[in-house]
């Protein structure tokens, strides 16, 4: 598979993670989410889930399992996310590696075609995604300060990417306004 395969979201979102419905995942046929937690679910520096978040993952929860998988390696801070939001999570994953993406997917007991792996990083969450064969969605992340650097780097990954072949662009792009 190219690399622009493989840095390609199934779905680029241009908007928060909050702006996933359980019609978005219906559309898809998604009976699963693998969220990544830095600045997809919550901003880097924060150690709790916000308020709106929590809603919005009992709401999803109605029509799909959810489970966490970080990078971080925080079990404090990462555990109290988790704990606040009542879902499992894996923590170190290693992405773009598949392994504790393909561990949550097995948890879920779904076929991995029908479960999304949701995050802000091409290079990390959605390469990790599309080379185990999710479903991948692209979000705008989650952040308060280090918007600058937050946003150089962003444009770095989108510039590398259209590069190596990736458009960021798919039939199901989707404005947060049209959610």
């Given at each position: ?13 241009h908007?928060?993670v ?13 009976k ?5 937690v830095?600045e997809?679910l919550?901003?880097?520096?924060a150690?709790?889930a ?6 919005w993952v009992q ?5 799909a399992n ?7 390696i ?17 923590l ?8 504790k993406?393909?561990?949550a ?11 999304a792996?949701v995050?802000?990083r091409?290079f990390?969450?959605?390469l ?7 479903f ?42 049209q959610?």
């Open positions: 598979m190219s690399w622009g395969k493989l840095l390609q979201p199934d779905l680029v979102l908007g928060p909050l702006q996933i419905t359980p019609e978005t995942l219906q559309q898809h046929q998604l699963g989410l693998v969220l990544d830095d997809t919550v901003p880097m520096r150690s709790q916000s308020e709106e978040l929590l809603p709401e999803i929860r109605q029509v959810i489970w966490l998988v970080s990078n971080n925080s079990e404090g801070r990462i555990g109290r996310i988790a704990k606040a939001l009542e879902v499992p999570y894996l170190g994953a290693g992405k773009p590696s598949r392994r993406l393909r561990r997917v097995e948890a879920m007991q779904l076929p991995v075609e029908q479960v792996m995050g802000d091409l990390t969450d959605v990790a995604g599309n080379r185990l064969g999710m991948t969605i692209l979000v705008e992340p989650m952040v308060f300060e280090d918007v600058v650097k937050r946003s150089r780097t962003f444009a770095f990954e989108v510039w590398l990417s259209r590069l190596l072949g990736a458009t960021l662009t798919t039939p199901n792009s989707a404005d947060a306004s959610e």
